[in-house]
Structure formats: C-alpha cells, structure tokens
C-alpha cells in the first residue's frame, strides 16, 4: 500500500485512489509540488506514505525528479522517479516540464487532474474544463484547456498516456508499462473532485466513469511513435454528455448553447485522436 | 608546486570544479557567467570529467536539477549572474532549507531595471537570508582556491555556497592561476539522503515549532561554519586569513572595508598612501555570510566601507558593518560596471582620511552626474 | 578539530504512520455496511477505496471504521450491490 489510512484526504478524494497505481512500481520515489497531494501526505512528523517521498517548490518537480534520478545513477542505484503533479503541470511548472520531455528525462510524470487549484479553494487552472464555475472564474471559465498529454507526445518521448481513476486496471496497466521503459513517461490521469466540482463524494467514479462515456475526457496511449485510443474510450460511445455537465455544480449553469459548443469542442478532439491513429 | 596556468576567472572555477569531480553539473547560459559552463560542458564531452552536464531550459531548472542530484546524495554544482540569480531564488531557500551542500559560482553583476550586463554586487547581496554560505573573491587564483575549498566546507556543514567574483574584471580577464594538489573526500552520505529505501518524507508541511527549529539550526550550523571556513583555509596551500584578509592594518588609523575584485586597486590606493604618510589599511571581507562579526568588532579606527550595492539609500555592506559597528562612512559607487582605478581610490581614501565624506555617499568619480 | 556534522534532521523528516491525521472514522456520516451474502468477493470495493480500508479477512469483507471516512464510493462501484451505507447514529 503507498497511501496508509488515516490520512487528511476529503471524503471520496480521486489523488487517494490514484496513489494506489504507485504500489505497481518497482523502487518508487515519489516528488510533489504544493497541492492536495502535500497535505493528503501528512504533516510533519507524520507521513501518510509508505513509501519515500520529497516535497519541492511548486514550478520545481519535474527538474528535481531528474535531478534525484540522475544522482541515483551515478551513485549505481535504481529507482523509479515520479514528479506526482497537478494543475500546476501545465502552468506554473509547464516550462520545466516541457523542458524535461525535450531532454528525454528518465523520470514518470503522473499528472493528477482535479481541473483546477483544489488545494487553495478551486481556482481555474489551464486544465479547468470549458466554461465551468471556480472561485476565480465566478461566471464560468473562458480561457482554452491545456491538452498537455497530446504536447508531451509532440515531443516524441518512449511513452504517453490519458488514464483515469474511474478505470484504475487501465491505469494501472499504464503505470506498469511506463515503469518498464527508459526515459520521459507521462501518465496525465483524469481525477473528479467532490467538493471541488461540486458532487457527493460516493460519485467520484460513476463521475469519472461518466466522463469517459461521453468523451469530456479520452483515453490513450502513446508508445514507439505510435497513437493508440484506448480499448474502453474506442467502446464508450460519446452520449451522455448532458447528464455529465449536469451532474457538476460547476457546470450546472450552463445552456443547451454550451453544452452544443462543448459536444462540438469534444467531436473535434476526438477526430484529432482519430487521424492521429491512423498516422 | 601544482602545475601553472594562465585562465581567466571564470575557467579557474571550472579547473577548480573539474579537481571536485561534481555528479552532476546543470547549467542555463547567462553573461558573463557562461565561459564556466562552456568549459564544464567541453571538458565532460572530452571525458576530463565524469559529470553528468544536464542542459536545461532556466536557471530555475538548473538549481532544481541539483537540488534532486544532491539530495540523492550526489555533487552538484551550478554558476549563474544577476537575472539568472533571481530566476532561481526560490529554490536558493530550498536548497539551504533542505540542509544539502552544494557549490554554485556566481559571476556577480547588476540587475535591471535598466539593462545592465556588467559588475557590481547587487545580484549576490540577495542571497543574504537564504542560509548560503556567500564568499566573495578578489582575483582568479582566489576564485579557484575557494571553489575547491567551497565543496568541503558546503559538505561539513551542510549547507550550500556560493562562490562570488566580479563579472568581467575577474571572469573574462586572466591571470596566472596555480592548479593546487588538493583531494576532496569522497561526499558523505547524510541521514536524509533520498533513496528506494529511505523509509521517509522530506520537507513535509510543518507547524511553527519545527520550522522555527528548521532556521535555527541552520542559522547555528551557519555560525560554526566559521570555523569550518577558517580550518579549511588554515590546512590548504595557501591561507588567505579566513573569513577576512587583513591587509596593512596592525597600526592603522583609518580602515577600509570592502570585497571583491576591486580590492586589488583600493590595496594600491592603500600602497601610494602609506607613502604619503597615512596611517591607513583594509579589511577585505572573504565572506558575507556567514558575516564576520568579531573580525569587524575588532577594528579600532575610523572605517570606511566602499559598496557596490545598496538598499535604500545605505550601502549593503554599509549596513552589515554598522550592525557591529557605529559612526562608520559608507561610499557608494562601481554600479554596472563603472570601473574605478587606483586614483579613484586615492581620491575616496583621501577624502575619507581628510574627514570630508558624508555617512553615505553616492560616489560618480569625475563622471558628470 | 573536526566539528560535528550534521546529524538530527528531523525537523525535515516525516516517518510513516497510519492515522497522521487522526482517527478519521470520527468524520463518518455514513457507515458502509457489507451484506454478506450479496458479497461476491470481487473486490471492486477494495480497488477504488481511497482509504484503503477495506480487506478480505477470512473470505469475508472486512471495513477498518477506525478510519473509514463514509465516502461511499465502495457502495456506488458494487455491483452486487452489497454494501449499505447506514446513516450513523448520534
């Protein structure tokens, strides 16, 4: 177990489910910004981690985790190194991650993505989806969301890939592959927050299994040059989306013209992943 | 007798870094910093040194690429300038905070607004409060010498240091520079070295009694690397004094303080006034932290500090001595480069002597204000 | 003279312990309770609980309520439909 009991999550919290994908690792260590995660990870003298974890600098993580990955090697120690990252992955530290995927660092990125600054009181983020309410977007996010794992794949690193928490064999098999190859592995992992967006916390899965359905959010893989969609995202069938939004206190707001321009955002994405297939 | 090369500062570090054998060097290219790196990366492709040299996109990269190596018990080591300084000052506290030793060279130069690539000693003064060790050179063969010494007082304490010389008039002019037979010990591992095994977290999120510890003791251990500096210094080939080099100043009336490059003029200065009679010597700071209170509470005389920096109207350094010292004179001058000779010192020094500074003064030479 | 180096860090150490947080069954509205004779053993449950509460003990499904915090989620991904979550009693 990476996570123990007894730790200060909220109630049906996504990171706590995803931490468990870390116990497929061999030798994991695991680095962290500020967010959820640091607090989740227990205050000090306490850790909530069974395994060995270092807190850094919010930009800071995917550079340390080289860092700590290079100086490992020369000291002829293996390890897996993950940058366990949020938000913050796509802007306060963007320019550090791209800079880690251009040098092929061998380090695993696990993004957990709430959509927004969770930790702080749900501030909009670059992954804040379309058009939904934080405290800092009171009427509704206008801004692009960052499709950060599409721009890792860009820079032709051994292995990318979407997962989510509401499919964690999919995810888990992602993490064991990733942590069988060399180099930059990036995992970006679809993460429903209950107080952050606004549902009971029984629904972070059915929530997060919804999103899948409906397309808000795909998964795939990228490995030896190629794009793959993966199995349960080729077999969703893109309904549902209506019931997704609503489901969300952040989204309820919005009219059947959103939700038209949402469906339309969500076509275009996926006939993205669909031509970058066939490649 | 090591072998003798002619190098400019900034390549007496990197001869210096190369004796070290660093694991991992990580670096983003800024003036006039650069040529040390340009080695470091040159003398790792050619197998003189067996780093990894890590290229990254920022200095804040940079220093946090080293912050991960070292934590894993690795040698690291960085050199950065001004902007690039700032640009990486967050993980300056972490480094420090994180109690993990490491050395980074910084070839001291002004900060904008406006543009400014030149000497003075506004970007290194900011590293005051991080916990550094901050030593600040006065020629090529010094940059070398307290490089090498550097790693080895970083490693007893626990903390990390940087390695000050003036941007352009000590990196890119060259001197004759012994390469001195010195070995490094081997880095020691500590009890949070990160590995698979280390069965624990580091930096967790604290309350106000353990981050209060934190500081501390990291100001303690800052304290007893006084002594570390002035053994270290003491068992090398040659000692430069410590924390402070004394120059001319058992029976002076009057005393300079001030650090860096320009000494070697000012000592000059010193030199022509003593033939005139003048009863007058310097104080050359080696470091600035940890700060050398009881070298500065010793002094008995009239004392002038000459900076290249300030805040608010005061001069940084200006402000560090009358923290131990009252009624001294402050000079401010050599922003971005302005370059002083030894008659400009003269003039100071005389001024000083004849009682006709101010408490503070700006100082622009014959320069047209 | 060599001056000790450094060795009490633990200001920057944490070590793992369970309930670092306190015992957080203390925060449950709602308490997950297994019909046993619905359960199938299948362990969805235990794959998405995030407290990691949930074990099989003696092929029987066993909840930690020292810790459980009543998310739910454990009842929502049954799909044997065998946990009840029961509102607490004051």
New interface residues.
């Given amino acids: 177990?990476v996570?123990?009991?007894?730790?200060?999550?909220c109630?049906?919290?996504?990171h706590?489910?995803a931490f468990?994908a870390l116990s497929y690792l061999e030798n994991p260590i695991v680095l962290m910004p500020a967010g959820c995660s640091t607090v989740i990870a227990?205050?000090?003298?306490?850790?909530?981690?069974?395994i060995p974890c270092v807190h850094v600098p919010f930009p800071a993580t995917p550079a340390v985790s080289y860092g700590l990955s290079t100086g490992l090697k020369k000291r002829g120690i293996k390890a897996n190194v993950v940058a366990w990252m949020g938000d913050g992955s796509v802007d306060i530290s963007y320019s550090l991650l791209a800079g880690s995927a251009l040098r092929n660092d061998d380090i695993i990125v696990i993004v957990v993505d709430n959509e927004a600054y969770m930790n702080t009181g749900v501030q909009s983020s670059g992954t804040t989806f379309w058009k939904a309410k934080t405290t800092t977007s009171p009427k509704g996010k206008r801004e692009e969301r960052r499709d950060v794992a599409l721009q890792m794949a860009l820079h032709r690193v051994p292995y990318v890939a979407t997962a989510s928490i509401g499919y964690?064999?999919d995810f888990i098999k992602k993490v064991k592959k990733a942590g069988k190859v060399e180099g930059f592995r990036f995992i970006h992992v679809h993460c429903p927050c209950?107080p952050g967006w606004g549902f009971?916390?029984?629904?972070?899965?059915?929530i997060a299994r919804k999103a899948i359905q409906c397309r808000a959010w795909i998964l795939w893989e990228y490995e030896n040059k190629k794009f793959r969609i993966s199995r349960i995202s080729k077999k969703a069938k893109g309904d549902g989306l209506k019931d997704y939004l609503l489901s969300q206190a952040r989204l309820r707001h919005l009219s059947d013209e959103d939700i038209e321009e949402i469906r339309r955002r969500i076509e275009e994405e996926w006939k993205l992943l669909e031509h970058l297939e066939k490649l | 007798m090591g072998q003798k090369k002619l190098l400019t500062g900034n390549h007496a570090i990197a001869e210096a870094v190369k004796i070290a054998k660093p694991d991992v060097i990580a670096a983003y290219p800024i003036t006039p910093q650069t040529p040390i790196v340009e080695k470091l990366a040159e003398m790792t492709e050619n197998g003189e040194l067996d780093a990894k040299f890590v290229r990254v996109e920022s200095e804040y990269a940079a220093l946090s690429v080293i912050l991960g190596a070292i934590s894993a018990g690795a040698r690291g080591f960085t050199a950065t300038s001004s902007q690039g300084l700032l640009y990486m000052y967050e993980v300056c506290w972490w480094v420090a905070g994180?109690?993990l030793p490491m050395v980074m060279a910084i070839a001291t130069r002004a900060i904008g607004a406006p543009w400014n690539i030149h000497g003075d000693h506004n970007d290194i003064i900011v590293l005051r409060d991080t916990g550094w060790i901050i030593g600040m050179v006065e020629n090529a063969q010094e940059a070398f010498d307290m490089t090498l010494q550097a790693f080895k007082v970083s490693e007893?304490?626990?903390l990390p240091f940087a390695v000050g010389l003036d941007g352009f008039q000590l990196t890119h002019t060259a001197e004759v520079v012994e390469i001195r037979d010195y070995e490094l010990p081997k880095r020691?591992l500590?009890?949070?070295t990160i590995e698979p095994s280390s069965?624990?977290?580091?930096?967790?999120v604290?309350s106000g009694i353990?981050?209060l510890?934190?500081r501390h003791?990291q100001a303690k251990?800052l304290e007893?690397a006084k002594?570390?500096i002035k053994?270290v210094d003491k068992e090398f080939p040659v000692s430069y004094g410590g924390l402070v080099e004394e120059y001319k100043l058992e029976d002076a009336d009057y005393i300079v303080v001030m650090m860096g490059g320009w000494c070697g003029d000012a000592k000059d200065a010193i030199d022509l006034l003593r033939k005139e009679g003048i009863q007058i010597g310097m104080l050359r700071l080696r470091f600035l932290r940890p700060f050398p209170t009881k070298e500065i509470e010793k002094l008995d005389g009239n004392i002038l500090v000459v900076d290249r920096s300030n805040s608010d109207y005061r001069g940084v350094l200006g402000l560090e001595v009358s923290a131990v010292k009252n009624g001294i004179k402050n000079v401010i001058t050599g922003f971005g480069g302005m370059e002083l000779d030894t008659q400009d010192f003269v003039k100071i020094f005389k001024k000083f002597v004849n009682n006709e500074i101010k408490d503070v003064e700006w100082w622009y030479g014959s320069a047209e204000r | 003279?060599?001056?000790k180096?450094?060795?009490?860090?633990?200001?920057?150490?944490?070590?793992?312990?369970?309930?670092?947080?306190?015992?957080?069954g203390l925060?449950r509205q709602f308490k997950p309770v297994v019909d046993e004779k619905a359960c199938k053993l299948c362990k969805v449950c235990i794959?998405?609980?995030?407290?990691?509460?949930i074990e099989i003990v003696n092929d029987q499904l066993k909840i930690?309520y020292?810790?459980c915090?009543?998310?739910?989620?454990c009842?929502?991904?049954c799909i044997s439909n065998a946990i009840k979550?029961v509102e607490e009693s004051e």
């Fill in positions: 177990m996570l123990l009991k007894g730790n200060a999550s109630q049906g919290c996504p706590s489910i468990k227990g205050l000090h003298p306490n850790s909530s981690l069974e964690m064999r209950p009971e916390s029984s629904k972070t899965v059915e | 994180s109690r007893e304490v626990s020691k500590l009890p949070h069965k624990f977290a580091l930096n967790a604290t353990p981050k510890k934190a003791e251990d007893k002594e570390i053994e | 003279m060599r001056l180096m450094l060795n009490d860090v633990d200001y920057l150490i944490s070590k793992p312990k369970i309930g670092a947080a306190g015992k957080t925060w794959l998405y609980c995030p407290e990691n509460v930690d020292e810790y915090k009543g998310c739910g989620i009842s929502n991904v979550m």
